[in-house]
Each structure stands twice: as structure tokens, then as C-alpha cells.
């Protein structure tokens, strides 16, 4: 159930990008509230010196993993984290403007109000000499410590081969679920 306060601002958002009601009649996606910024802390730097900010628990969950990965050799690149309900409507606007049709967006990015980026929580994860977002992630040895030892420190792939949410295949895609 999507708060009233919030009901308003996601509807106008929608509208504008095109969403058809029957989409979020429909969508198996849960509704995911933006985390308030008082909650919120800078994980660490990304690759870039772009801040990755996640909820004070998550950041904690995820340096703990990083430093895991790389005391058993392996590089753990995060590249996305929070977004604002505002941030998912650019980056499904951008989609639409470069021509693909909304319908195929909402394949590959969840809209505003329904991305667990939302949250604090999520994570999307590379390595070096992979490229970003790509499913060739899975075939990587970071993606493998990943599985082996995500849930150790609380993180889940959400969006795993055939997921009921009809988001393709999102090995890069990784959530903090507390303990």
C-alpha cells in the first residue's frame, strides 16, 4: 500500500513518463518508500569519488563485506546505490528519449516508488574488466564469492534468472536485508 503523501507525487511522476495505470495495477513489485535523508549515511567513494549512500545499517553491512571480498582477493566495484523517486524518473526518462518504449523500460528498471534503490539498501555491483549493469557479471568471480558469502553480511540478489517480477536478470543487483 503506497503512503497518501506519496501517492500524489509518484502518481504525477508516472504520468509523465507514460505509465499506464494498468502497469501498476498489475506490477508484482512491491512499494518501495525513499529512505529520508536523515537516514541515509556515505558508504564509500565509487570508482568514480561519486558517494554511494545507503542506510547507516546497510553501509556498515557492506564495508564488512568489501573487506571480505578483497582480504580473499576479490574486487567488489558497487557503482549504484540510493536514488531519490525523482533520480529513477531521469533514468527511465533518458530510456524513453533515446526511443525504446516505456513498456521495455519497465523490463529493465523499475518505475519511481518501486525500486529498492529507494530504500538505502540496494546495491548494483561490478568488478574490474566488467562492464556495468551487464549480465556477463554472473560469469565473474566476484559474482561467484557473491553467492558463496552475500548472505553472510546480508545481502540478497533480488532479481535472479526468471524473478516473478519481470525485471530481466540482475546479477549486479544486490539488497541489504537486515538480520
Known sequence: MIPSDHLERLSVL???????????????????????ITDLVVA??????????LTKPAAEAWRKLHAAARKDGVDLLAFSSFRSYLYQKG???AKVKKGMPIEEVL????????????????LDIS?????????????TDAY???????????????????NSFGIIYEPWHWRYLAK
Open 144 to 162: 561467484s564469492w557473491l553467492v558463496r558469502h552475500g548472505a553472510t553480511y546480508g545481502f540478497y540478489e533480488t532479481y535472479p534468472r526468471d
Open 14 to 36: 508516472h504520468r509523465e513518463l507514460g505509465i499506464a495505470d494498468s502497469f501498476l495495477a498489475e506490477t508484482t513489485l512491491p512499494f518501495c518508500k525513499e529512505a529520508a
Open 127 to 139: 568488478t574490474h574488466n566488467c562492464p556495468q549493469a551487464e549480465e556477463v557479471f554472473a560469469t
Open 107 to 122: 523490463k529493465v528498471l523499475a518505475p519511481p516508488g518501486y525500486s529498492e534503490h529507494h530504500l538505502g539498501e540496494a
Open 91 to 93: 533514468l527511465l526518462a
Open 44 to 53: 564509500q567513494l565509487d570508482y568514480a569519488g561519486r558517494p554511494l549512500v
